[in-house]
């Protein structure tokens, strides 16, 4: 039975805004002024903005139209490996909309804000507690935000014990913005590789890690979908060494609840709650990357702190040796109280759970696919598993063509070609919130387009055909790109 | 993608690890990436250079060469100082797939230690170390 949910529909064209606009068009109706006209100081007037002039219908329609043409985790599977696409629950949505919290303003004071700056104190308790960390700020806005602020307190940690360093070990199965936040702190990347199996060995950081390296920054579980079982043994020449370690909390979704990372070794790990705490992720809001420390990486937290005194709460800026601020206010409140809202909604054991479904979803889709695509680490993965194109390439088929098939099989594809260390790879992360029934429709169409690959490759050349659009030129797009309308 | 055997690896040039050429015959090394590594990354959209000028050491990584895959890094394959940079590929990064050994070339260097050019490998050994 062809169980595929993508199926072909009616789609409107919709030009853009400035296209619809006609002259005098317009939304609302202003009653005529009965005050007589003052003229305003010429200093204070101008020209007014120049708007696509519109009634209220073609504005809904046109919105409306562009929101079909898109896919998000509301119409289907979004597998997208190392993002953590899971459902956002609705009522998330319904408790940020709360009119205590939507209205609150960040200039009010913390006299009038007592019950937001619980909500910060609270979570940034939970999130202490979740991962182990003695302390936790929530006002970094996204997860490589998070990692600046984590690799700058590990930077001003080292120039308060009156010795700056200058290098930082990254292994090859680490988040691609990790080097990017070591270089802004002035730090040297050093690569090291995996070994055979996928996972880190202490030999190979014992080899360079020296009492000029300030430390490492490891991603566990690593961008293979594999737990780095050797951490704490990591941690320890690391730590020997006078160095720190930074935790890519990125794949936290894996081990929420069975692993605590402030207890395995790692001193300061990023949280990004458009991850592992269902906020909405890419597009459909800001993120969000609380960053936790251990005791001795406390004092250089971001300001403002939260503190509770009884039963109040306040703002404390008076920290001498803190980062500084990272952001304007406070952080993504908004999204604050989203991920607060699902740790209450989940509780202790619902989030354990939801590690546990992830986890075993990924490894139903990588025994279930092992063999029709080419699984380049053959064991046990985390929350997301990574295949490669090594069978498809004997029909010259390669990742991005069975990606782009996925579309007209009504899938999001997967992420492809990242990581780096698998030719041509194909990352595939359900998440918990995918049900046995909508992963089985997946692993049907994986097969399916395997099969095809096989017997009609011409159909992966010209995918996708379904869609509004068809395959994009992105060669011509990225060396000849159009940057204006 | 090609198979190894279909590879153009001219007799002349030398070659490294990581996939780049350099040709020694003159005072001045001309540096680019093989016909394996152009095939492998795909269709390039960006070659970041680095300036004339700049010093480097061997192994230093000196550009990077974006596909649509993915950007990679490149490495020198000899230390010395930039005496030149191909500044056709700012319009025009495909050179790199259509002629990686002509039109392609990435930069030039005045070679510090002309004893370095005897580590490169020849067509010969490269192939035997891209066949493991």
């Keep these: 039975m062809d169980q595929r949910p993508g199926t072909s529909g009616l789609i409107f064209n919709e030009p853009q805004l400035w296209d619809k606009s006609r002259k005098g068009r317009c939304g609302i109706s202003l009653p005529r002024s009965d005050v007589e006209r003052s003229e305003m100081d010429s200093s204070l007037t101008g020209d007014a903005p120049d708007l696509p002039q519109l009634c209220e219908m073609d504005v809904v329609r046109h919105y409306t139209r562009l929101s079909q043409w898109n896919f998000g985790v509301d119409s289907g599977m979004y597998p997208l490996g190392s993002c953590t696409m899971k459902y956002n629950p609705k009522t998330n949505e319904v408790q940020a909309a709360r009119q205590g919290l939507a209205g609150a303003h960040p200039l009010s004071g913390d006299q009038f804000s007592q019950g937001a700056l619980k909500l910060m104190y609270n979570l940034e308790q939970f999130l202490a507690q979740i991962t182990g960390f003695d302390a936790v700020t929530l006002q970094p806005a996204a997860g490589a935000h998070g990692e600046l602020a984590g690799m700058l307190m590990i930077h001003a940690y080292h120039a308060k014990n009156g010795r700056q360093r200058s290098k930082i070990i990254i292994p090859d199965t680490a988040h691609g913005t990790n080097p990017a936040s070591a270089s802004l702190c002035g730090y040297e990347s050093v690569n090291i590789k995996s070994g055979p199996d996928g996972i880190l060995e202490p030999s190979a950081v014992s080899a360079v890690m020296d009492e000029d390296t300030a430390g490492i920054m490891v991603t566990n579980p690593n961008t293979l979908g594999l737990f780095e079982s050797n951490i704490k043994e990591i941690a320890q020449i690391v730590h020997a060494k006078g160095g720190l370690v930074y935790g890519d909390g990125a794949n936290m979704n894996a081990i929420m609840g069975i692993v605590k990372p402030g207890e395995i070794g790692i001193d300061v790990l990023h949280l990004n709650l458009h991850k592992t705490f269902s906020t909405p992720h890419g597009g459909g809001g800001p993120g969000s990357g609380p960053v936790g420390v251990v005791k001795a990486l406390e004092p250089f937290l971001p300001v403002p702190r939260v503190e509770k005194n009884l039963d109040t709460y306040a703002f404390v800026n008076d920290c001498p040796d803190s980062i500084g601020r990272l952001h304007t206010f406070y952080g993504h409140f908004g999204i604050m109280i989203r991920a607060y809202a699902y740790i209450l909604s989940m509780g202790g054991k619902g989030l354990t759970d939801a590690s546990k479904l992830a986890v075993l979803n990924a490894n139903y889709v990588k025994e279930s696919l092992k063999g029709t695509l080419n699984l380049p680490y053959d064991k046990p993965c985390m929350h997301e598993c990574v295949f490669n194109d090594a069978i498809q390439q004997q029909n010259h088929i390669t990742t991005m063509d069975m990606a782009k098939r996925l579309l007209d099989y009504g899938f999001h594809p997967p992420t492809v070609y990242f990581p780096l260390v698998v030719d041509g790879a194909f990352m595939v992360e359900p998440t918990e919130t995918e049900s046995k029934e909508y992963i089985d429709q997946f692993i049907y169409a994986v097969k399916a387009i395997a099969k095809e690959a096989r017997n009609t490759p011409e159909k992966l050349k010209n995918a996708p055909v379904m869609t509004k659009v068809t395959r994009l030129d992105e060669v011509s797009a990225a060396r000849k790109p159009c940057l204006r309308g | ?132």
């Design chain 2, 1 to 132: 993608m090609k198979e190894i055997n279909d590879l153009n690896l001219p007799d002349n040039l030398k070659y490294t690890d990581d996939h780049e050429w350099a040709d020694t015959s003159g005072d001045v090394v001309t540096i680019g990436i093989n016909d394996y590594a152009q095939d492998q990354l795909g269709e390039i959209v960006f070659v970041e250079l680095p300036e004339v000028g700049d010093t480097f050491s061997k192994g230093d990584e000196f550009g990077s060469v974006e596909s649509v895959k993915a950007v990679s890094e490149i490495y020198i394959p000899i230390s010395g100082e930039v005496v030149g940079i191909n500044e056709d590929l700012e319009d025009a990064p495909e050179l790199v797939n259509e002629s990686c050994y002509e039109g392609g070339w990435l930069i030039k260097v005045k070679p510090e230690d002309t004893a370095e050019l005897d580590g490169l490998m020849d067509k010969a050994a490269y192939l035997a170390m891209l066949k493991g």
